[in-house]
């Protein structure tokens, strides 16, 4: 068996940049080659000694789940050698016991209830401000304005950054999720970063706070603490975990709806309609299409079989799309009946941060539907949904009117 190092022998090929949109591709490697050896990721700034030897990627939803539910089978400890570089050893990587106490320790800052105390205190107005600031311009671009800012100042706030610190916490972050354009910027900001949070998390140790750097420092089991450096590398990996995950799946959100007119007014019309429209959104454009796994031991996937130690992508993208378990799995409809996506991963890493994100996108949803009306989307060559393997669009100029 030959190893494919591109897509470029199929008669569908995909645009590995994700300049194209590659569900055409996605439909049908599902329904020709599920479980395929070869590779969908950018490899193009990869270092050759970081490229995996043998590479696969499953398409179907069954077999992704399955792989997300297996986690001893298919390990995220690759992980440690890729985004660890940078941040340091990561609950991602984790398995085991090490991930369930870790998970434990962190989740707590994370939990439903922490999310009813802040949703109506820090988040709704948060939304509610930035909405104020560009209401009365008639136009704007929604990326910039405000997809990129309410994560980043909602980040800020529950991390209890003081407000003079948001320019400096922004300009950090920026360069931090940017590490794929420009590593130099990435690793700089890394490590200013470090120096920051070590900061914060001093300060909190000499006077508690309330806030989610308050809650680690003081997370406790069974007399066992986070290290400083776990609540480090914990705080920078929720930027791109958290803060770029939230900014583009918001950002696919509102594109799809502004083209999409008659679902943008009902859900104008009928608020009840936003949770379905925030899932359909995560459904149909995933901000984030794969991730990576590595077999620790020889499997077989729908009869075919894959060795241990291959790199096998689960495709994110491609599952969402499953004609096997949605109808017209290709129409955008907010209306269909709700099944799970599979955006926020599954089984043990399934996403910490999920039930936020659903807040977060809700409250700058109703924030904008209150203060501007006849929204109208100005398309131009950048305004669609790009990239491999984080997509939304780079902008989203639109012109509207204040709410009377
Ligand atoms: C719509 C927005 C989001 C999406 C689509 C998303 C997606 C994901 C996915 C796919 C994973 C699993 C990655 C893997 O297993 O390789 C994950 C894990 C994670 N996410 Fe999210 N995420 C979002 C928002 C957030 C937010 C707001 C936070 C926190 C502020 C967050 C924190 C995390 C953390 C800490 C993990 C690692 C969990 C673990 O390893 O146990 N995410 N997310």
């Not at 194209?20 to 050896?37: H, I, L």
């Not at 922004?170 to 590593?183: C, E, K, P």
Request: charged share 25%; glycine share 6%; with cysteine.
């Amino acid at each position: 068996m030959t190893i494919s190092t591109g897509p470029y022998d199929k008669p569908i090929t995909l645009d590995p940049t994700g300049d194209r949109d590659p569900y055409e591709y996605y439909a049908y490697m599902r329904n020709t080659e599920p479980v395929w050896r070869g590779t969908i990721m950018d490899q193009s700034m990869t270092p050759p000694e970081l490229l995996p030897d043998d590479e696969w990627t499953l398409f179907d939803f069954n077999s992704v789940f399955a792989a997300f539910r297996d986690d001893e089978l298919f390990s995220s400890e690759q992980y440690n050698e890729t985004i660890g570089l940078v941040f340091g050893p990561t609950i991602l990587g984790m398995h085991g016991k090490q991930h369930h106490d870790h998970r434990s320790l962190v989740s707590k800052a994370f939990r439903q209830s922490a999310l009813e105390r802040w949703e109506p205190a820090v988040i709704d107005p948060i939304c509610d401000d930035l909405v104020d600031e560009i209401k009365d311009n008639g136009s704007a671009d929604l990326v910039k304005d405000v997809t990129l800012e309410f994560p980043t100042r909602v980040t800020a706030a529950l991390l209890g950054l003081p407000e003079s610190d948001l320019d400096l916490f922004r300009r950090l972050s920026f360069d931090l999720i940017s590490i794929y354009v420009d590593i130099e910027a990435g690793l700089r900001a890394s490590v200013e970063l470090q120096g920051y949070f070590q900061q914060q998390v001093d300060q909190r140790r000499s006077k508690m706070t309330n806030d989610i750097i308050g809650d680690l420092v003081g997370a406790e089991i069974d007399g066992e603490k986070l290290t400083d450096e776990a609540i480090i590398s914990f705080l920078r990996l929720l930027l791109p975990a958290g803060l770029e995950t939230t900014f583009r799946s918001s950002s696919n959100l509102l594109y799809l709806l502004l083209s999409h007119p008659e679902q943008l007014h009902a859900v104008q019309g009928d608020r009840g309609l936003i949770p379905a429209a925030i899932e359909e959104g995560l459904r149909y454009e995933t901000p984030l299409v794969a991730v990576p796994r590595t077999t620790t031991r020889d499997v077989e996937v729908r009869g075919i079989s894959i060795p241990a130690g291959a790199q096998v992508n689960l495709c994110i993208g491609a599952a969402n799309r499953d004609e096997a378990r949605w109808t017209d799995a290709n129409l955008f409809d907010i209306h269909r009946p709700r099944r799970a996506h599979i955006s926020f991963a599954g089984g043990i890493h399934s996403c910490l941060g999920m039930h936020l994100a659903r807040v977060e996108t809700r409250a700058m949803l109703n924030s904008l539907f209150d203060r501007v009306t006849d929204l109208q989307l100005v398309p131009d060559d950048d305004t669609r949904i790009v990239g491999n393997p984080f997509r939304s669009p780079k902008k989203l100029p639109v012109t509207f009117r204040p709410v009377a």
